[in-house]
């Protein structure tokens, strides 16, 4: 027995990201420049240009995880310098 499927595939990327839109709501008198600084500061937390950076080279999986624990050892140092 064959089944076949249609639908749409996307990129990972896109499908995670399909349907996220940033509205920013520009208040009455506010200048455009403090509307542009809220629309870059949301942009920044959806973490978009970080993954397309991240996808523009493959890294291993092993070389990924020895970033995290070089990272963590970082920053558990830095919490026994501060205690």
């Given at each position: ?5 249609k639908y749409l595939t ?46 523009q080279a493959f890294e ?24």
């Amino acid at each position: 027995m064959i089944f076949k499927t249609k639908y749409l595939t996307l990129p990972s990327l896109e499908r995670r990201y399909l349907g996220i839109m940033i509205i920013i709501n520009v208040k009455d008198g506010e200048s455009l420049d403090k509307a542009l600084k809220r629309f870059k500061k949301k942009f920044e937390k959806t973490g978009v240009l970080r993954e397309l950076r991240s996808r523009q080279a493959f890294e291993k999986k092993s070389v990924t995880r020895r970033h995290v624990v070089k990272h963590a050892i970082y920053k558990q140092g830095m919490n026994i310098e501060t205690v």
